[in-house]
């Protein structure tokens, strides 16, 4: 499975963390950037993930800025992607679970490295439940008409 991974400035450090991580489970991982701490736009990379996830270049995503919040809030932009922004490996599982959210966003200022990694274990393992949930999802894909 392919993973289309991102972050900011706010983000790099942890991206680092979860590209490293996602390779060591055999993760096919496309890292798209960025590739320091130097101050950047977390919507550039948000918006590069999220097409590369809409057009099935890559089955899922991750994006990580500095709460995961502005990464979330602009991927949801992009027609097809279900970007959930997710501190607790509790709300990993549900959001996919739920909501067969195609994107984790994470926030590097809000949650360490090994909790992130296991967010990320938790959401990869997990599976969209369909029934109701697959009623909900298209009601929200309804929605981008
Ligand atoms: C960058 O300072 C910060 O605003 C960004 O990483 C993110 O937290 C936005 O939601």
Not at 5 to 17: F, M, N, P, T
Not at 38 to 54: F, L
Not at 131 to 143: C, E, F, N, W
Request: neutral net charge; aromatic residues 6%.
């Amino acid at each position: 499975m392919k993973i289309a991974i991102g972050a900011d400035h706010g983000g790099y450090s942890l991206k680092e963390v979860l590209k490293k991580h996602l390779l060591e489970r055999g993760f096919d991982v496309e890292d798209f950037g960025t590739f320091d701490t130097q101050s950047c736009h977390y919507p550039v990379y948000a918006e590069k993930v999220a097409r590369a996830v809409a057009a099935k270049e890559a089955e899922l995503g991750v994006l990580v800025c500095g709460t995961g919040i502005g990464m979330s809030i602009a991927a949801n932009k992009v027609k097809g992607i279900r970007a959930a922004a997710v501190s607790d490996c509790f709300t990993a599982q549900a959001t996919r679970e739920h909501n067969d959210s195609n994107i984790l966003c994470l926030g590097e200022r809000t949650v360490g490295p090994g909790l992130a990694m296991r967010i990320v274990d938790t959401w990869l393992d997990a599976s969209f439940l369909g029934g109701r949930h697959q009623t909900r999802v298209d009601m929200i894909s309804a929605l981008e008409k």
